[in-house]
């Protein structure tokens, strides 16, 4: 029997623009870290982002990311995170919609997955907007510095240059 230490190293993007953000991180961090199928290895800084989308007045984000080891499914872990959401108070209102709180699969080791199986959340890694999205790349490359697109083998590194960092900077709290 493998054990999560063997397991293949994941990363978790958490983001909040309701409410008092930081908190909301810390308590999903907090979620995650209780889950005994999951072993974190390390967390990221909190980033502040312009909201993407939305109404163009809605709050900035703060951003983080989390990597742990798991041996459950992808489906699986993506069920437990979105059982932490409806925990934390998120509402699935509207696609780029302000929420507490937003937990999402950026990346895995090991390759690309998209699988849509019946009675469990579909699933894609690496995240399909990942490599368009500054804010979650760079908590990303905070926790795996060396973590590469599977579908083009490109360095996220490589992509968030090309790509910039306007409007994430560090949080100030």
């Known amino acids: 029997m493998s054990s999560a230490s063997d397991a293949p190293l994941t990363v978790i993007g958490l983001g909040s623009n309701l409410g008092d953000r930081r908190a909301m991180l810390e308590a999903a961090l907090a979620a995650i870290e209780a889950v005994p199928e999951f072993q974190v290895v390390g967390r990221s800084s909190i980033w502040q982002t312009v909201a993407v989308g939305g109404t163009g007045s809605d709050p900035d984000y703060y951003n983080a990311a989390v990597a742990l080891r798991t041996t459950v499914a992808p489906e699986q872990l993506l069920a437990v995170l979105l059982r932490i959401e409806a925990a934390l108070g998120r509402v699935r209102l509207a696609r780029n919609a302000p929420r507490t709180i937003d937990l999402d699969i950026l990346w895995m080791q090991g390759g690309a997955l998209q699988r849509n199986l019946p009675g469990w959340p579909p ?40 790509l910039g960092t306007a409007g994430v900077e560090p949080a100030a709290f």
């Open 123 to 162: 699933v894609e890694v690496p995240h399909p907007r990942l490599a368009v999205r500054a804010f979650a790349m760079i908590p990303l490359l905070e926790l795996v510095p060396d973590a590469a697109d599977p579908s083009s083998g490109r360095l996220y590194a490589e992509i968030l240059a090309e």
